[in-house]
């Protein structure tokens, strides 16, 4: 994994300055978890669908710059690619952009209000999904927090839609809380965040890579037979502390290449 280029780092943080966030970006538990549907997808799940990657990275990045309610704001398409450091920002980039939002769109995520001659503004609406006008002001338990630094530094950029996916969800799964012993996922409440094993293992292993994750497994005897577990921790000074490439060893706990066992 590569630093991004300055250029889009200053972006970034350019746009993070004018936000004036602080610490994080909070959205709902629906956005990644569905406790409701016998076969769930929630909305987080959906959009990665169909190598998604930058739908998920245009709605939470424009989600970081409308800051609060009615978490609207005006951004071009060129200034989104350039953002995220996508090829050809003025023509292929832009129509990835605007592929994207249109997307979102059709799944009631977003709403994009066009005047010609002018930047579109864009209303983010409930990251849950359902269309309705949103207000993170209001949300008292069960959200997610993503950390600033996952903008200011860069690693929006680098990371996969996958990864950010897997992250998401980690985050979710701990609550915002620290797990120093790490944190397992049972199957029940796997199922209720609509991946595929394969994804979630390409996700985790690309955060491990990263310096982002470790995962540890664990090996317990119930009933007298041995039961596997993967013990997952988040290493979220390392997303405060480098940039993406600069995560040196010994700031990144070791980590056991296992595959996926849920209990």
Known sequence: MERPPQEAIALLERAVRRSKRRESVRLPQAFARDRVSARAVPPLAALLRGGGGVRIKVLITTLMMATRPPHDTKVSAKE???MLHLPDPESAGSRRVNKAFADL???ELVR???????????????????GEEWDDTKLQEGYITLPIELWERGWIVTLSG???ALLVILRELTGGRSAPRGIYVEAHRKREYGLSDDTWTKGTKELREAGLLRIIEEVETSRGEPRRRNLHTLLLDNLKNYH????????????????????
């Open 162 to 164: 996958t990864a950010i």
């Open 105 to 107: 769109q059709e799944n």
């Open 80 to 82: 989104l690619a350039e």
């Open 112 to 130: 994009r209000e066009r005047n010609p001659g002018h930047v579109p503004s864009t209303v983010v609406l409930f990251p849950g999904g359902g």
């Open 244 to 263: 993406p490439g600069e995560v040196p060893e010994d700031a990144a706990a070791a980590s056991e290449p296992v595959g996926p066992h849920f209990e």
